[in-house]
């Protein structure tokens, strides 16, 4: 298991802008009410809605949001959404996966291709990305939980497969299967997290340095403003320097 991590993750850079909270909460209630549509309508019954109810609340998502999406879903009432994924080559020749919720695909996948294209990437075929990460759960806990080895002896006695910490946060890796086992187990140990999902994490980096970190920044910030876009996943890596420099 790694203790330390040689890139941060700038899926979530600091600093953006407050406007972008009413788009997270959108995101968050299609999948809150996606999640209650085709499962139970109650978070113990139903592990897709308990984990998005839950990362909802470690958003500061208000109650009443949350229980108007829960009830949308339970009542069959609006959208139909289906689940779509994406993937594609951005600057610098990173790969990125990007899944969506949407209820016009045609829609979707123009908007996604135009998207890549007009800030240097292009949009590739079923399976020419995910092969380079792998599927895993994703718990992240804040730095005041514990030490790095008090939260690296929790991860291993939970059965986790790797641990990244710095100043901010720790952040474990299950695997696929054992997520729910090993998510159980350290909230015992350690409390609840701060978020729990299911993420594509890449199996090796790519270093993304100059011009190209500034159009690949546009490129990410324009997929997340998407309407159809819940996450985005890729296998860059920039340094302070130049996300200071150019993002």
Do not use: C
């Amino acid at each position: 298991m790694a203790g330390h991590s040689k890139f941060k993750n700038i899926m979530h850079r600091k600093g953006r802008a407050d406007a972008a909270r009413s788009k997270l909460f959108s995101k968050l209630s299609r999948e809150i009410t996606v999640a209650a549509k085709t499962g139970m309508p109650d978070p113990a019954m139903n592990p897709r809605l308990r984990l998005a109810v839950a990362n909802a609340k470690a958003e500061s998502m208000p109650k009443d949001n949350i229980e108007r999406a829960i009830k949308k879903g339970a009542g069959g009432d609006g959208e139909n959404y289906e689940e779509v994924r994406y993937e594609g080559f951005g600057p610098g020749g990173v790969n990125l996966i990007v899944e969506g919720l949407t209820d016009n695909r045609n829609r979707a996948a123009s908007n996604i291709r135009s998207i890549f294209a007009k800030n240097g990437g292009n949009l590739g075929a079923s399976g020419s990305v995910t092969f380079q990460f792998d599927r895993m759960g994703e718990l992240t806990y804040p730095a005041a939980v514990g030490s790095e080895d008090t939260v690296m002896e929790a991860a291993i006695e939970a059965g986790a497969q790797d641990v990244e910490s710095d100043e901010d946060s720790h952040v474990v890796y299950t695997a696929f299967e054992d997520f729910a086992e090993v998510a159980t187990a350290l909230e015992g140990a350690l409390g609840e997290p701060k978020s729990s999902k299911i993420v594509w994490r890449p199996k090796n980096t790519t270093a993304v340095t100059g011009d190209a970190v500034a159009t690949l920044m546009k490129l990410l910030d324009a997929l997340d403003d998407d309407d159809d876009v819940q996450n985005v996943y890729g296998d860059y890596e920039v340094s302070d320097e130049d996300m200071e420099k150019y993002a």
